[in-house]
């Protein structure tokens, strides 16, 4: 429901969306955009909820696909458990002195296996 809840507004903002393996991947046009929208400010270049990924660009979702793709994986594990679960590695990373993000154990995964394996750009 969060990846829906933060699909909606992208596409009523012209963005798009297509089904690619077990998630939906949408899209924001960020020059389709009006100048004051706030999906402006969206802080990352891709992020993953549930079985949903949002992208900034086609080109950003493209270079990130396989990544974004393991965490719909990492969320079929745990289900709705995934979302503590991250926050609580993300917190686990900063006390052992490391970046919450780049030190989460759900994203060196992501980026250990993405690396290895990818997903078909379709």
């Not at 270049?45 to 990924?53: Q, R, S």
């Not at 289900?79 to 993000?101: D, I």
């Not at 994203?107 to 750009?121: H, I, L, W």
């Amino acid at each position: 429901m969060a990846g829906i809840a933060l699909a909606l507004p992208v596409l009523a903002s012209g963005g798009t969306a297509r089904r690619v393996g077990p998630a939906i991947e949408v899209v924001v046009h960020r020059d389709a955009l009006p100048g004051r929208s706030p999906l402006r400010l969206l802080p990352f270049a891709a992020i993953t909820l549930g079985h949903v990924i949002v992208a900034l660009s086609g080109r950003q979702l493209a270079a990130l696909r396989a990544h974004e793709h393991v965490h719909v994986r990492q969320y079929e594990a745990l289900g709705p458990l995934f979302f503590p679960a991250y926050a609580a590695a993300s917190l686990v990373a900063l006390v052992r002195g490391r970046c919450p993000y780049a030190g989460n154990a759900f994203e060196v995964q992501a980026c250990r296996k993405s690396a290895n394996t990818g997903v078909a750009e379709a």
